[in-house]
């Protein structure tokens, strides 16, 4: 499945993914990404051109991010400036020269970016899992052709993130870019929000003409980890990075645990641009590595397969001597027995028990189509 811009829909190509993609006027690719940068909340105006000048200095970023009105949890904590940042931000691109992207909500927050002429807005991921607001925010935009950034939603549905896309789309915006900052999750650590990787991949394979810019300030919710998750997200071929920094991170009003300095942003860029894969050899080198890890995934489904055949053996044994399904004593011996297995094996104890509870999962799903089937025979 593809994006089709000027359609509205997601139709079948089989097209190869380009490797730079446009958003409005900028472009990126994992090369070279296109930087998005600045504060999470545009405090003061000496804090906003404090950091526009640090950037504009560095040379690298091509798009000014600060938040204008903050979606908070709780009331009483930081929401924004509001209405009043908007004129700082005119000030920052008329004297510093950085065009600006601010956060949209509703069609308020859309009339009051186009009034000052925003640059691009984004809606964030608070938004873009309810449709009724995203809606809303389409028809507001409708006909302004504003370049518009899609946050993923809050909780990992793919269907909210494409359906967002799709609905500004068809009311005639085609300069789209889709923002992956992760996903809530109990499991999230060490990371604020779980990057689900997957789904970025899934996203570009349904549309592989839309950008994809990584937010690792918000996967992380660590500065000490932002530099880490940009580097993953380069590796995967994300199109961008939206990373926010801050002149005093520590003093910031909102998000401070993860905003980076406008230098420490600099040194990030030069090691991504170092580390970045340019000649063929090292290729062929990741290539090959890439073939072994085919090897080890097919060799891991024959033996899911195998495992299942086993499930569905002791699932017969169950409904004919009328045994339980769920044996709670042998779930948990099992979960011990596999994370002891994955310390003495050196791997994250927490990963292997993730992974063994998807497995139970769906084993018992197995053996609960035996049981209804083996009613349904009786009933008959």
């Not at 926010?244 to 641009?273: C, F, G, K, N, Y």
């Not at 310390?343 to 994250?348: C, G, I, R, V």
Request: net charge negative; aromatic share 6%.
């Amino acid at each position: 499945m593809a994006f089709r811009a000027g359609t509205g829909t997601f139709e079948t190509m089989n097209l190869p993914a380009p490797q730079l993609r446009t958003f409005g006027s900028w472009s990126g690719s994992s090369q070279s990404p296109l930087v998005i940068a600045g504060p999470c909340s545009a405090e003061s105006l000496d804090q906003v051109m404090q950091t526009a000048k640090a950037l504009k200095a560095g040379g690298q970023t091509q798009l000014f991010r600060a938040g204008v009105w903050k979606p908070r949890t709780r009331p009483g904590q930081f929401e924004g400036i509001g209405y009043d940042a908007l004129g700082w931000l005119q000030q920052m691109r008329a004297e510093v020269g950085l065009p600006f992207v601010i956060e949209v909500a509703n069609a308020a927050h859309v009339e009051k970016a186009l009034a000052v002429k925003a640059d691009a807005v984004w809606i964030g991921a608070r938004t873009t899992v309810n449709p009724f607001y995203v809606q809303e925010i389409a028809e507001a935009l409708r006909g302004s052709h504003v370049p518009v950034l899609v946050k993923n939603p809050i909780h990992a549905d793919l269907g909210l993130w494409l359906g967002a896309l799709e609905r500004l789309e068809k009311v005639g915006s085609t300069e789209l870019a889709a923002v992956h900052r992760g996903f809530f999750s109990s499991h999230a650590a060490p990371y604020r929000n779980e990057p689900k990787w997957e789904l970025s991949f899934e996203l570009r394979r349904q549309a592989p003409n839309i950008p994809i810019i990584c937010d690792p300030s918000h996967i992380a919710g660590n500065r000490a980890l932002v530099e880490q998750v940009a580097q993953v997200a380069m590796d995967i071929q994300m199109d961008g990075l939206m990373i926010e920094v801050h002149p005093t991170p520590d003093e910031a009003l909102s998000d401070a645990a993860q905003q980076i300095t406008p230098e420490r942003l600099r040194v990030l860029l030069q090691i991504l641009a170092a580390n970045a894969p340019r000649n063929s050899a090292l290729q062929e080198v990741i290539d090959a590595e890439r073939l072994k890890l085919d090897e080890v995934d097919r060799a891991m489904v024959d033996l899911l397969r195998q495992r299942m055949d086993i499930v569905e053996a002791l699932g017969h044994l169950k409904v004919q001597h009328g045994v339980g399904i769920f044996q709670m004593d042998r779930w948990f011996d099992l979960l011990q027995q596999r994370g002891e297995q994955a310390e003495t094996l050196h791997l994250n104890r927490a990963f292997v028990e993730e992974l063994f509870q998807t497995v139970h999962k769906y084993s018992v799903e197995q053996q609960l189509r035996l049981y209804d089937a083996s009613r349904k025979n009786r009933e008959e």
